[in-house]
């Protein structure tokens, strides 16, 4: 069963850096074809694609945060962080990690989910 | 960047209708198409990718169609915990867009 678990901060301070990380289990970020991804979704609103990073340390962002966006795995700890510079009110949403089972049998389609992460930017 | 719409925002159906959503790509995308369940307060759900195969575990009453840049999302017979919203993604090129769902309410 393959489970994914963000933590980090659930309130930051506007110009504060956002450091979240995703714990995979039932499946590892060494193995070729895997990948995980970040989504977010401020409240009452529509899901939003920020970035993704793959087995082989292949990675995109969302060209619009791509400035304050990083995203890198710990192999060791199966991890992986997503950075966020200057936060504002704005990015005010729940952060979710989501799995990427098998790039070459399926696409860069997003399999199992975590349960998301809510962060509240305000001073 | 690809936009992804979806139609309608809402609908309301009651328990046994048959339930269709549209999803429209601003280009082509092949079947690179997954949609996702959200019910309230919980994470996104995969039901479909590849347009049209359905995910593990995921009942045969939800059904997809489509390729190039017309999608449709069918749910044969509404339950009670198919109340939800509905998301469309594209992962045929970055960013990997969704559309802005579709709230399935009960009528």
């Known amino acids: 069963q393959i489970t994914l678990t963000e933590s980090g901060p659930t309130l930051v301070k506007p110009t504060e850096t956002l450091t979240l990380t995703c714990t995979l289990s039932?499946?590892?970020?060494?193995?070729?074809?895997?990948?995980v991804g970040w989504i977010r979704q401020p409240p009452g609103r529509a899901l939003e694609w920020l970035a993704v990073?793959?087995?082989?340390?292949?990675?995109a962002y969302r060209p619009s945060l791509k400035s304050r966006l990083t995203v890198t795995k710990d192999t060791f700890r199966n991890q992986v962080v997503l950075t966020m510079t200057k936060m504002d009110p704005v990015d005010t949403a729940t952060y979710y990690c989501?799995?990427?089972?098998?790039?070459?049998?399926?696409?860069?389609?997003?399999?199992?989910w975590g349960q998301g992460a809510l962060v509240t930017v305000s001073s | 960047d690809i936009q992804m719409t979806q139609s309608p925002s809402s609908l309301s159906a009651s328990v046994g209708d048959r339930v269709t959503i549209t999803c429209r790509a601003s280009?082509?995308?092949?079947?690179?198409l997954a949609w996702f369940q959200q019910r309230p307060g919980k994470a996104p759900k995969s039901l479909i990718y590849?347009?049209?195969t359905l995910q593990s575990g995921v009942p045969s009453k939800f059904s997809g169609s489509g390729s190039g840049t017309d999608f449709t999302l069918t749910i044969s017979s509404l339950q009670p915990e198919d109340f939800a919203t509905y998301y469309c993604?594209?992962?045929?090129?970055?960013?990997?867009?969704f559309g802005g769902g579709t709230k399935v309410e009960i009528k």
């Open positions: 590849a347009a049209s």
């Open positions: 039932g499946s590892s970020i060494r193995t070729t074809g895997v990948g």
């Open positions: 989501a799995h990427i089972p098998d790039y070459y049998g399926s696409g860069r389609r997003f399999g199992n």
């Open positions: 990073i793959y087995w082989d340390d292949d990675k």
């Open positions: 993604q594209q992962y045929s090129s970055y960013p990997h867009s």
């Open positions: 280009q082509g995308i092949s079947t690179y």
